[in-house]
């Protein structure tokens, strides 16, 4: 390596370790779709010596082969774009990577914080799927995962995982509601107390095929002040605060095919309250000819961010992948550019008038995050 290739190589390395040192979560798109790997910070009193820095979550990983279900004949899809993380041993490698430069593994003779890299048979901490279908819950890719990281997946997921054989642990996400709006109730073993893993799902949705997980996490020293009053249409509400404030935590919403923005009203009756960091939704609306709606689209994630304010808005599963099989021939896909799904949502809001409150929408921040690329959090 020249001189210049050197220095650039050591600038870039140097931005990296910079941003990795606010110690906040950091999202990795595994492919042009909808695997992600998400590292959220341990709490500073989870951190001790021996442990690693991150709690890691894979969702959804799909990052090679064909997905098929049903029967190849009827529906059969492969990733138009090869996934920049092809393999299992790949996320392994990007978290031991990550962990060496944020200084949680300091590896060669005389390490004293930490075990070996070696003797770390997996830094996947957990897999969290979120439909079947085999684009999201694909077999090949999940048998590489360690056999010891708990798995949590919806009700037929579970059933198709468990089937596998492989997993010594396969738990069944419960749902968030607001009759149950505690965090904390959520975190089941074997997660730390301080991290949940749950989902939430809409009424008239009986495949619960617009459904969301929900990843909470108690790990920001210095969370916004709980507000004074909540409404029912943001979760900066209109209430008087409750006694367990101080215990507000963050989270992530992830919902590939969309979910009606109405049945976000859980997070916005949380107690104690939830902060939405990060709100992965797609921009293409995809349908079965007119017969079945699959992914929401762009709209409904306008109005869902209107409820949720996320601090950000990432594109998820909108790869228009390679097809075959029946379903391929009835595919119907339109691709929504922001604005105008900023448009139309102040249309749907302010009953046709697009000029008025044209400010309403402003704090949408969209972040499209590509195949191979990372976002911290901040």
């Not at 709490?43 to 990052?63: M, V």
């Not at 605060?241 to 101080?246: D, F, W």
């Not at 992914?295 to 996320?310: E, T």
């Given at each position: 390596m020249d001189a210049p290739s050197a220095q650039l190589h050591l600038e870039i390395r140097d931005a990296v370790v910079r941003s990795l040192a606010t110690r906040r979560p950091i999202i990795h798109h595994l492919n042009a779709d909808t695997s992600w790997f998400l590292q959220i910070p341990?709490?500073?009193?989870?951190?001790?010596?021996?442990?690693?820095?991150?709690?890691?979550?894979?969702?959804?990983?799909?990052?090679?082969?064909?997905?098929?279900?049903?029967?190849?004949?009827?529906?059969?899809?492969?990733?138009?774009?090869?996934?920049?993380?092809?393999?299992?041993?790949?996320?392994?490698?990007?978290?031991?990577?990550?962990?060496?430069?944020v200084g949680g593994l300091?590896?060669?003779?005389?390490?004293?914080?930490?075990?070996?890299?070696?003797?770390?048979?997996?830094?996947?901490?957990?897999?969290?799927?979120?439909?079947?279908?085999?684009?999201?819950?694909?077999?090949?890719?999940?048998?590489?995962?360690?056999?010891?990281?708990?798995?949590?997946?919806?009700?037929?997921?579970?059933?198709?995982?468990?089937?596998?054989?492989?997993?010594?642990?396969?738990?069944?996400?419960?749902?968030?509601?607001?009759?149950?709006?505690?965090?904390?109730?959520?975190s089941l073993l074997p997660l730390p107390s301080w991290l949940g893993i749950s989902r939430l799902t809409a009424t008239k949705d009986a495949l619960y095929y617009h459904s969301a997980l929900l990843i909470t996490f108690a790990t920001h020293p210095f969370l916004p002040p709980t507000p004074k009053k909540r409404s029912s249409l943001s979760i900066?509400?209109?209430?008087?605060?409750?006694?367990?404030?101080?215990e507000a935590a963050e989270c992530v919403i992830y919902t590939p095919h969309g979910i009606p923005h109405a049945a976000l009203s859980p997070i916005a009756q949380a107690d104690p309250p939830l902060h939405t960091l990060a709100f992965l939704h797609g921009l293409?609306?995809?349908?079965?000819?007119?017969?079945?709606?699959?992914?929401?689209?762009?709209?409904?994630?306008?109005?869902?961010?209107?409820?949720?304010?996320?601090?950000?808005?990432?594109?998820t599963h909108d790869e228009v992948k390679k097809g075959g099989g029946l379903v391929s021939w009835f595919l119907r896909r339109k691709v929504w550019k922001l604005e105008d799904a900023l448009n139309e949502a102040r249309a749907e809001v302010n009953g046709g008038d697009v000029d008025m409150d044209s400010d309403y929408f402003d704090d949408v921040r969209f972040e499209d995050v590509g195949n191979g690329e990372s976002l911290v959090l901040e």
């Open positions: 341990r709490p500073a009193s989870a951190i001790k010596h021996g442990s690693r820095i991150y709690y890691n979550i894979l969702i959804d990983p799909w990052l090679k082969g064909p997905q098929s279900d049903v029967a190849r004949w009827f529906s059969q899809q492969w990733h138009a774009t090869e996934s920049a993380v092809g393999s299992i041993a790949e996320v392994e490698a990007l978290a031991r990577q990550v962990e060496i430069l300091r590896l060669g003779k005389g390490s004293l914080r930490l075990k070996a890299a070696a003797e770390i048979e997996t830094f996947i901490d957990a897999v969290a799927v979120s439909h079947e279908f085999t684009d999201h819950c694909h077999k090949d890719t999940l048998l590489e995962v360690h056999k010891d990281v708990p798995v949590f997946a919806t009700e037929e997921a579970a059933k198709l995982i468990s089937s596998f054989s492989h997993f010594r642990t396969v738990i069944t996400t419960p749902t968030f509601s607001a009759e149950n709006p505690d965090w904390h109730d959520y900066y509400g209109d209430e008087e605060p409750s006694s367990t404030s101080s293409h609306d995809v349908s079965i000819s007119s017969a079945q709606q699959l992914n929401l689209g762009a709209k409904n994630g306008v109005l869902a961010q209107r409820i949720l304010r996320a601090k950000y808005w990432v594109a």
